[in-house]
């Protein structure tokens, strides 16, 4: 019997699906509404000095969160770097020139306040004292209480620190313990610049300033309170170690 014949067709090859290459789809377009505006000059808030010195305040690390991540000292020398603790120091030393701006700014504001006091018998004019009692609350800056406006007062009672001074110190010593010597000077200081603040206020608010010796005692309240400034910059200054 012959061999069956080979087939006469050839075999269905299973066709191969090929799949389509990949293409990255086109970013989503942004809502316009998403888009935030360059925002001009004219919107540009203006901070107060008193203002500046609290959001600075608020910007220091609790020692709590400083022992937590702060690495160990081992560990630190032998990767060659210095803890957290070292490198916020270095922060605050580099940013001490705005941290005393208010200082300077109160120091002009008083010796400006001085030079008018010490007019002479024909250059001294009547409205001088009352410019010299608005020098000085503006140099106090709402450390003196009786010298605060309603607001500030307001703020005051609700707890808010409102002592341009004050702040400077907790800003300047809060990396430091609350027993350290130098911390407890600087507190010593801005304790005796708002003694001398407020009876400089006192004075003005209460001396006519027609008699020259009067004026003279307001001059050298003045200097008093310049004297205070400046040991007051120096116990910042010993905080921040520069």
């Not at 066709?15 to 509404?33: I, N």
């Amino acid at each position: 019997m012959p061999p069956p014949a080979p087939p006469t067709h050839s075999p269905v090859i299973p066709s191969t699906t090929l799949a389509a290459p990949f293409l990255p789809k086109s970013p989503a377009p942004v809502s316009p509404l998403h888009l935030s505006p360059t925002p001009s000059p004219h919107e540009t808030i203006a901070v107060s000095r008193r203002r500046a010195a609290f959001l600075l305040s608020i910007l220091t690390v609790p020692p709590l969160l400083l022992s937590v991540h702060e690495p160990p000292t081992a560990s630190a020398f032998s990767l060659g770097i210095s803890g957290p603790k070292n490198w916020l120091k270095e922060q605050k030393k580099k940013s001490s020139k705005f941290l005393l701006a208010p200082v300077d700014a109160s120091r002009n504001i008083l010796r400006s306040a001085y030079l008018l006091m010490t007019k002479g018998e024909t250059e001294y004019e009547e409205n001088d004292l009352e410019e010299v009692k608005k020098l000085v609350t503006s140099a106090t800056r709402d450390c003196v209480a009786e010298q605060r406006n309603s607001f500030v007062a307001f703020q005051a009672k609700t707890g808010v620190e409102v002592c341009t001074f004050r702040l400077i110190v907790k800003n300047a010593s809060s990396l430091l313990d609350d027993k350290d010597p130098t911390k407890l000077e600087a507190e010593s200081k801005l304790t005796d610049l708002i003694r001398s603040f407020t009876s400089l206020s006192d004075m003005t608010n209460e001396i006519d300033g027609q008699a020259a010796s009067n004026r003279q005692r307001v001059a050298n309240a003045l200097m008093d309170a310049l004297y205070s400034l400046d040991n007051f910059e120096q116990g910042i200054k010993d905080c921040l170690e520069i």
